[in-house]
């Protein structure tokens, strides 16, 4: 499950990165498939047994994600 997680992770990261090089239409739906990859991700983590600090850390980057994206749109 961790291998899924860092891969959905990763293609994240690489949409992210490409959608701001592309134009338009290839941004946009670029966009779409990182937010997919982040549910799925979400989704993977929400299934993870959870430790003290790792909770944390999560509420953490989903506050800093859920930032990041409203300030793209």
Do not use: Y
């Not at 946009?28 to 850390?57: H, N, T």
Request: with cysteine; charged share 30%; hydrophobic share 45%.
């Amino acid at each position: 499950m961790n291998k899924e997680l860092r891969e959905f992770r990763r293609l994240e990261r690489v949409c992210l990165e490409q959608a701001a090089l592309s134009m338009d239409l290839t941004r946009s739906g670029l966009l779409k498939v990182a937010e997919d990859c982040r549910v799925a991700a979400e989704a993977i983590e929400a299934q993870l047994p959870r430790r003290p600090f790792a909770g944390a850390l999560q509420t953490l980057v989903l506050t800093l994600n859920a930032t990041r994206m409203s300030n793209r749109h």
